[in-house]
């Protein structure tokens, strides 16, 4: 295993690349006594971010599945590590005291980087109302309505803006990216519309 120092407000990024399909690697954080692991390749991907908070040790673990190994193949990989900047967090001030989820979203202001995080809270029923801070002035909330879509085809909703506003929604795999009067873009996940 590779172990990397990680310092607060900063993300990890690791990437892997190996000719051998069966290549991929794991990472846990030391202080995570149960063993999981933050960073699955097999089912996240060949690249990780990871945000880190506070610091901390990660040790990033390179395998190959149990068939491969059992044939006794090996794997030739490379692996790039970096330590970036931290994410910009947006927190919220005030908004709805009761609500069905709260957490975090990717935004960004200006363009659609997402490299930023906002604060969010959502009731969820037929209009389901998700307030957030507004990436642009974050003194304020961006409040976004969403109707008419549902589980099975999310596609048939779509968001509008409370006070008025422009704004377009472009799905991008099981999430949305909405973007307000040109300039603030917001990632929403299905599970924060529908829970899960």
């Known amino acids: 295993a590779y172990a990397v120092a990680a310092p607060g407000n900063t993300r990890l990024r690791v990437e892997m690349a190996s000719k051998n399909p069966s290549a991929y690697y794991n990472i846990h954080d030391v202080r995570d006594q149960s063993g999981a692991a933050v960073h699955r390749s097999d089912v996240d991907g060949s690249v990780a971010v990871i ?113 008025g506003g422009e704004v377009s929604a472009e799905r991008v795999d099981d999430s949305w990216l909405v973007t307000v009067n040109g300039r603030e873009f917001y990632s929403i996940f299905d599970a924060v519309i529908w829970g899960g």
């Not at 005291?97 to 659609?112: E, L, M, V």
């Not at 995080?117 to 002035?137: A, D, H, K, L, S």
Request: with cysteine; glycine share 8%.
């Open 51 to 163: 945000n880190v908070a506070v610091p901390t040790t990660y040790l990033i673990r390179p395998y190959l599945f149990r068939n491969a190994a059992r044939e006794g193949k090996t794997a030739d990989y490379t692996l790039w590590v970096d330590i970036l900047p931290g994410r910009k967090i947006h927190r919220a001030n005030g908004g709805p005291t009761k609500y069905d989820a709260s957490g975090y979203c990717d935004c960004s202001s200006g363009d659609p980087s997402l490299a930023d995080q906002c604060e969010f809270r959502v009731t969820r029923g037929p209009i389901t109302e998700i307030w957030m801070v507004n990436v642009v002035n974050p003194e304020e909330f961006r409040i976004l309505n969403f109707k008419d879509g549902s589980q099975q085809d999310p596609t048939k909703g779509h968001f509008t803006v409370v006070g």
